[in-house]
């Protein structure tokens, strides 16, 4: 059973940091891309960042010098760190993981960012 667990999220002032983290179970986590999404009250979930099983990054240009994704395939985790948060980041942030060769998309269930201005 394929699982994702995000954990990391809370409410922070304009300009903190927090770090978000995905745990993974039930894939084989060091061929698996993983992803972090979010999704603002009334609007489309949009993705902020991904890494490729070999560390390859790219981010959404809202995210770009201000969160960085990276990789821990001994503790099957990603990580989102995000810095110089803006209350327009505030959102419901998610992971999902597909692995290589395959066709499913595993998602979390989520974890909540409140930044206050």
């Known amino acids: 059973q394929v699982q994702l667990v995000e954990s990391g999220g809370g409410l922070v002032q304009a300009g903190g940091s927090l770090r978000l983290s995905c745990a993974a179970s039930?894939?084989?986590?060091?061929?698996?891309?993983v992803g972090w999404y979010r999704q603002a009250p009334g609007k489309q979930r949009e993705l902020v960042a991904r890494?490729?099983?070999?560390?390859?990054?790219n981010y959404a240009d809202s995210a770009k010098g201000r969160f960085t994704i990276s990789r821990d395939n001994g503790k099957n985790t990603v990580y989102l760190q995000m810095n110089s948060l803006k209350p327009d980041d505030t959102a419901v942030y998610y992971c999902?993981?597909?692995?290589?060769?395959?066709?499913?998309?595993?998602w979390g269930k989520g974890t909540l960012v409140t930044v206050s201005s």
């Open positions: 999902s993981a597909r692995t290589i060769g395959e066709v499913t998309d595993y």
């Open positions: 039930g894939i084989t986590f060091s061929i698996s891309g």
């Open positions: 890494i490729t099983p070999v560390g390859r990054r």
